[in-house]
């Protein structure tokens, strides 16, 4: 193979390699899981099967959080009035992080009837990475309050994680586990429609410039080889 041949095929290799990181660094993962919720009542236990989201948005150094019900869990033998129910839950976090982070959102925006299943309005939260690493995100417990009542819903199925998400602690902590164990954080409002961030810029930024390493690499050494190739021939 020509000098000229061979600098064109190295440089080639070093751009298919920078290719190749980029695409097998995911940043996010999120998935819709069903969880079968087991409700302790006033009125007795219940039970009821909602897909369950959870999206991630980074903000600065942050990440709202967002859990979405698509079906209602549990019921009230009374209607409930605008404003009367007021929800709040758990995300239990895994992989380089542990503890929860709490999500909370607004009451309901019209009366619910009598014996009709709640629907859960989308509860959010603030996430701040304290390791470096991925971290799940997994529904935990929910709590609705109505009319001076406490109902309290946790998943019996042991469900998997609804978001996984690659984030990059303040500081450049490492992954690993704190020392007291936990991590909460509170949240208001909510981002209704919000699509799940498939990577976070700064990441796909580290990325893209390990993958222009790799090119600037492969075409020293090619310009190297193409000069002693030129020595030589002298």
Not at 32 to 61: Q, R
Not at 129 to 144: D, E, H, M, S, Y
Request: net charge positive.
């Amino acid at each position: 193979m020509s000098y000229p041949k061979r600098t064109a095929a190295l440089a080639s290799a070093a751009a298919l390699a920078g290719s190749a990181v980029l695409l097998a660094a995911p940043a996010a993962h999120a998935d819709v899981v069903d969880v079968n919720y087991h409700c302790k009542t006033p009125i007795g236990d219940k039970s009821a099967v909602s897909p369950i989201d959870i999206k991630g948005v980074k903000s600065g150094s942050t990440y709202k959080i967002t859990m979405s019900w698509q079906k209602g869990v549990s019921s009230s033998p009374v209607e409930l009035g605008k404003g009367a129910m007021n929800p709040s839950a758990t995300i239990r976090l895994g992989g380089a992080d542990s503890g929860t982070l709490a999500v909370t959102g607004p009451a309901n925006s019209a009366a619910i009837p009598a014996n009709t299943p709640i629907k859960i309005s989308d509860l959010s939260g603030t996430y701040t990475p304290r390791k470096t690493g991925k971290v799940t995100f997994t529904a935990a417990t929910l709590t609705i309050k109505a009319l001076g009542t406490t109902t309290t819903c946790t998943p019996a199925n042991n469900p998997g994680p609804s978001l996984t998400l690659d984030v990059t602690a303040a500081g450049g902590g490492s992954s690993g586990t704190s020392a007291d164990g936990s991590s909460t954080a509170n949240g208001t409002g909510s981002s209704g429609g919000q699509l799940p961030q498939t990577g976070p810029a700064d990441s796909a930024v580290a990325l893209g410039t390990l993958g222009g390493t790799v090119l600037l690499a492969g075409a020293a050494g090619a310009l190297w080889l193409t000069r002693r190739g030129q020595a030589v021939r002298r």
